[in-house]
């Protein structure tokens, strides 16, 4: 099975503009997590979908959000992207259970300038 | 909220030596779970943890589940090159995966 894939790899953005990250699952994986990678805080949970809903939510601003499409690939979308927000973004999927295993994509790497 | 204290920070041991790091929280766990991130990829699972007390092997990984669910430690054996990484435990709760800070592990040939 193909893993988990994220596009695109890196992104170059400014201030005040917003971003569209991809992330799409292992083929059968119906739950998809996001996180937020720095050096100073860590991974830090953002939200995760299950079956088109979000089923959890982490403690980012309003400006961080998503979804998940029927074929169960999910997009996060931030909006107006602060210098803050320059992080790896990892996507993790896992088959449907909240106790399932998490298996992680390499990561959107975003940069703010 | 729930926060996980891992250590040690980072390590530099020689190739061949054992290797051990740990994490607590003040809060319980249900799953603990360990992972090697190297660089520009994402983490990758070593080992689950699913009961107090429960310890399992994978190759030279040992990782062990405290009896309180409050703290898991994890062990390489003769460390070799290709273990340099960071390792992150995670620990899980209410639907939540929760990261440790992460040992950066370097070993010398």
């Known amino acids: 099975k193909a893993g988990v894939t994220q596009t695109p790899r890196y992104l170059i953005k400014t201030r005040g503009q917003q971003v569209t990250l991809s992330c799409s699952p292992i083929?059968?994986?119906?739950?998809v997590s996001w996180y937020q990678q720095t050096p100073g805080q860590g991974l830090q949970f953002l939200f995760e979908y299950f079956s088109e809903t979000q089923r959890n939510k982490g403690n980012f601003p309003g400006r961080f959000s998503g979804r998940q499409f029927s074929n169960s690939r999910s997009e996060m979308n931030v909006s107006t992207l602060e210098l803050g927000d320059s992080a790896l973004y990892l996507c993790a999927s896992t088959e449907a259970g909240s106790t399932d295993t998490q298996y992680f994509g390499p990561g959107t790497r975003l940069t703010v300038l | 909220g729930q926060q996980l204290n891992q250590s040690p920070q980072s390590m530099f041991i020689q190739e061949g030596e054992d290797v051990s790091m740990n994490c607590t929280s003040s809060s319980i766990f249900n799953t603990w779970l360990w992972y090697k991130q190297d660089p520009g990829e994402g983490p990758v699972l070593l080992i689950a943890l699913y009961k107090a007390g429960e310890l399992t092997s994978n190759g030279r990984l040992t990782a062990q589940f405290g009896i309180t669910r409050k703290d898991s430690f994890l062990n390489i054996s003769a460390s070799i090159p290709s273990d340099v990484g960071i390792y992150f435990c995670a620990g899980r709760a209410a639907g939540k995966l929760i990261f440790g800070q992460g040992t950066t592990l370097q070993v010398k040939p």
């Open positions: 083929s059968g994986h119906r739950s």
